[in-house]
């Protein structure tokens, strides 16, 4: 039997992608990683964090929440929840 072939999985077209380039996000990348360790070995050995890895990475949180506010709205679905397991009880 044949294996069907789709053009979804076969382009003929070389497709670049500007935006996963390596070279611009090298530095961010690693910067991010070696942050990530600097906050897993503050939790997990309780070694002293950074000031200005706390401060990235809390730059951090506030932009990635600031933009799923933005797309998404507000998320309040736990208050919802509460609300309704108060009423069951």
């Keep these: 039997m044949a294996v069907k072939q789709f053009p979804i999985d076969y382009s003929s077209e070389t497709i670049q992608n500007g935006a996963m380039g390596t070279d611009s996000l090298a530095a961010v990348e690693s910067q991010e ?3 990530s ?3 897993l070995d503050h939790l997990l050995h309780k070694r002293p964090l ?3 890895v ?3 990475v809390h730059e951090l949180a506030a932009k990635v929440t600031e933009g799923l ?3 998404h709205g507000t998320m ?3 208050v919802d929840l ?3 397991v108060r009423a069951e009880g």
């Design 54 to 56: 706390y401060r990235r």
């Design 50 to 52: 950074n000031a200005d």
């Design 82 to 84: 509460i609300r309704q």
């Design 76 to 78: 309040d679905i736990a």
């Design 33 to 35: 990683l070696a942050d």
């Design 69 to 71: 506010r933005q797309k």
């Design 37 to 39: 360790q600097a906050v």
